[in-house]
């Protein structure tokens, strides 16, 4: 079994969060952090450590981070002009939790994709 982290926590309403979405499979609340005006974390409800942990029997909870992502991305208004989607994945990647996310960011021009 996959260690928990917060976003578990999170999942369960055992500490607060602001949750815009959530269902059997996926659950999409703000960033607590946020890094531009539209800063949603979208997660899977299942404990994924990271893309490396992904298997086959992930693919429509995964899948459903899109569809998420798309419904969230209109409901703030920032469909038309556009937004990042983006999942990290260990250190090299920039992760910080272990429970594997999909950040929605927007709400601003984001600039080049990596900084330089
Ligand atoms: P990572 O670097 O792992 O891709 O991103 C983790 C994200 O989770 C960060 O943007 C951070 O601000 C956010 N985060 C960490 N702890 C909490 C928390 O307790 N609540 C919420 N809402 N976001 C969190």
Same mark, same amino acid.
């Given at each position: $079994? !996959?260690?928990?982290?917060?976003?578990?926590?999170?999942?369960?309403? @055992?500490?607060?969060?602001?949750?815009?979405?959530?269902?059997? &499979?996926?659950? !999409?609340?703000?960033?607590?952090? %946020?890094? /531009?005006?539209? =800063?949603? &974390?979208?997660? %899977?409800?299942?404990?994924? %450590?990271?893309?490396?942990?992904?298997? /086959? @029997? =992930? @693919? #429509?909870?995964?899948?459903?981070?899109?569809?998420? /992502?798309?419904?969230?991305? !209109?409901? !703030?208004?920032? /469909?038309?002009?556009?937004?990042? &989607?983006?999942?990290?994945?260990?250190?090299?990647?920039? #992760?910080?939790?272990? =429970?594997?996310? $999909? =950040?929605?960011?927007?709400?601003?021009?984001?600039?080049? $994709? &990596?900084? #330089?």
């Amino acid at each position: $079994m !996959a260690e928990e982290t917060i976003f578990s926590k999170i999942i369960r309403k @055992e500490i607060p969060a602001d949750i815009l979405y959530q269902d059997e &499979l996926v659950t !999409a609340f703000r960033d607590i952090s %946020p890094k /531009a005006p539209t =800063h949603i &974390l979208i997660i %899977p409800n299942a404990v994924i %450590p990271t893309v490396n942990d992904v298997t /086959a @029997e =992930h @693919e #429509q909870a995964l899948g459903r981070l899109f569809t998420v /992502a798309r419904k969230q991305a !209109a409901d !703030a208004g920032i /469909a038309e002009d556009g937004y990042r &989607l983006l999942v990290n994945c260990n250190r090299h990647g920039g #992760q910080e939790v272990y =429970h594997i996310h $999909m =950040h929605l960011l927007g709400g601003r021009p984001l600039g080049p $994709m &990596l900084a #330089q």
